[in-house]
């Protein structure tokens, strides 16, 4: 197996506010015109709402995807890295947290859409089966990071749980224990 | 394991291992700067990795191009093309047959690769967007390692060979064409035969005449299944096609016995390489070979052509085992229960069809807009190896097909799929639209066909229970733009995107086609009625069908009933509707479905002087329009060669607006405003499109210079006023660039 920081996956769910899919439309569309994430390059929007339990509405970036995505009928915040990161695999890790986050706070001031997140439980992936497949040898060299990862946002100690089978991307619940808002664990850090 | 190449290893065969690395050397060499543009864009092509809108490394964000700035600097993959844009994948599926292992890999690489989408094409592909190149080589090392190539998705080659989802299992064919489409397939890839065409070439195979699955009607090159006298053959068809300007294909041979299928085909590529326009892209398909020497002559040239090509055991070693392609199915026939619940039996009316061996079923799962998930895939991987096996095949209508599904399984299968929210009933009904990508991701889109038919989906799936049958019964399809793969000529109802300039800014509409024939190989083609702005289409399809449901005669289908009133009947149900309302009465119209930015660029001025000249030339081309629509009603009256007249006349008219807003005197005189027309617009290019460059403007010049219009028969009317049609929209496309270019000169 090899560590490396890039094609991770973070998502934050929905706490709170009615999804109406076709509102993201014209905000990423404003997110580009106006650099809402400065450090990244965004290019368009991809709309697949009329795809059930699906991805939802993407800000499709350069570096990153931003999806408002509504699999399993839980809404969230899904961020993934497709490349360039630059950094060790701890930092890449706290990184993807961190822009998922960043984007959540970003989605909470928009008024219109009335969106908050929960703090308690996040997803983590990895879309990578080379170098990270589902299975108990990926597990032992993610759970350290992503402890500290969670711990260093949410406080705490957080449980994980590793989900899905061989044929599923890696991936990991993250039970965080915390109650606070996106803004309190981005201020933590 | 650091590398794919290495865990795959023997998974992947020495043949499709060794392009791919030469693929990946290709990159490299590219990326040193070694390798020249347009030859890299022609290798990347034909290995199915695809261009995207916005991969120039500019972006319209609704008030005007914005660069992308993309990593890669100056790094290109071909003219104008950014290295670092994200493209388009197109995975040739060929005749659209899956197995369960082959989905489960395509879920894969959605996931890791793109946006965790699987787009079904028309042409049963399955497409992934947003890909970046430098990730390409592995996506094909992963799709060899289970028996799939992307060679030659692209480009001027053979593209994927589609057939008939039902080929083998359907009650009406003739015999299972599947292995003659696996074994053309097999036989034409990579074949130094079809390395050197102008234009791309497409193969579609039939098992009947009768029912529409396999649409040789417009293809480059199409086989109907025959038996003669105990012998099986093909009902050969040559030279038809979609695009800007559709053409029906022609008989190539009556009966082609079985044997000499595939000499026939490579016969006809070497014709088509050999004379085949290769300078203009935009008279390089094969059905303008086809037109220009005349079907006579052509088959002249490939029956001399047969007789020069050297004996090839592969044409008839397939025939040694033609049942390689057959599936097993895992379950035991059996009946469907009695006791169905009715939300089961509301979905099979349209999505279930029984197989001719009794006791089996074919189930349409339908897929919005084309589009399925990673996760879905997987689970109806699993649903394929628990009731169907390997028998999954990708429709030409953009949905799955599982064959030999027991009547004793439907049940469940359909309970597994509606947990998947995939149990959508309807297929092949009005909620069951096609749409090629348009806007959302293809270079050439002009309008938003995926945002058009996601907004008439919504609005139909509210009435769906109170539609009547007849109207349940219409098909939709959409284009964004004439290239037409949305194969909008062969729906009831279709749409194919244009822009119209009003008040200085532009916009988005869709041109309406209808009574086109998706029934018996796509028959015939429909007519444009004329452009309704984006956002009153879905109240044109409601004026539309309450129109047909008000007037029809007893069982009229929808074909008879517009053959009977006519589309001029249709165009004063529409009246109302097609001109849009100001910019500052309505901007909603200014944008388009699915797409808050205002439609193209949004910063055009309108000048004083554009002020005094803009409603002389919009003037013009309404004018042009309505000869054209005149033409049209000619046409359906049955007089062709009035029609034909009256549509070169149309585009004179057009041309001769587009002459005088250049403020060149012209007389009404057509050899003055030809004269005019190719001095001052062809000549300078300022008439030529961004894409098919100086495509429309030839229709003009070689009409006039033929006069193929005098005495026109029926299909070369039909011909003149499609060319008209092109050469209009062409007009309107020349004027809006016109008055942008004054506007930034003002500034």
Redesign the interface.
Known sequence: M?MKPT?FQVKLYTSAGEIEL?KL??VF?RW??EKKIPDE?L??V??????????GV?L?G?QS?Y?LDV?DDRPGLLYSR???FDGDFQTGIEDAFRRALRACQLLESEADLGFSFATDEVLFRV????AAPNDDATYDAYKGPLEKAAGSFFGGSASLERIGSS???FAVRIATGANGSVGDALARR | MTSWKEQLGERIPDRLGGEVDLFEGQIELKKEGKIDDKIFAETRLRRGVYGQRYDNGLRDDGTGQQPLRFPCGDLTKGPDTVWDAPGMMRIKIPFGKLSAEQLDTLAELAEEYSDSILHVTTRQDIQLHFVHIEDTPDMMRRLAAVGITTREACGNSVRNVTACEYAGVCSTQAFDVTPYANAITQFLLGHPDVQDFGRKFKIAFSGCEDNPCGLVTFHDLGAVAQVRDGKRGFRVVVGGGLGAVPVKAKVLAEFCPEEELLPLAQAVARVFARLGEKQSRARARIKFLVQKVGIDEFKELVAQERKTLRPDPRWTAFLDDLHVTDEQPVRDPGPIPSDAPASFQAWAKHNLRPQAQEGYYVAIVKMPLGDFTSTQSRTLSDLARQYTGDSIRCTVEQNLAFRWLSGADAIAFYQALDALNLAEAGAGTITDMTSCPGTDTCKLGISASRGLTGELRKRLEVIKNDLPPPVEALRIKASGCFNSCGQHHAADIGFTGVSRQVGGRKVPHFNLVLGGQWTQNAKSYGLVVGAVPSKNIPKAVELITAHYMENREGDESFQAFIARVGKKDFRKVLAPIQKPPSYEEDPSYYSDWGDPREYNIGDIGVGECAGEIVPFVEFGLQEAEQQLHDAQDALEAGQAATAAAGGFKAMVTAAKALVRHLDVQVKDDADDVVTNFKTHLHDTQLFHDPFAKGKFATYLLKMHADKSYENANDEIAHRTLDESQLFIEAAHSCYQRLTESAAAAAE
Do not use: F, N, S
């Open positions: 090899t094609k076709e439309v014209p569309h580009i015109r390059l290019i368009d991809a709309d697949y709402a009329h795809v059930p339990q699906g991805p993407v499709i350069h995807d999806y699999a497709k490349r360039g879309q990578d089966r080379l044929r599923d991307p």
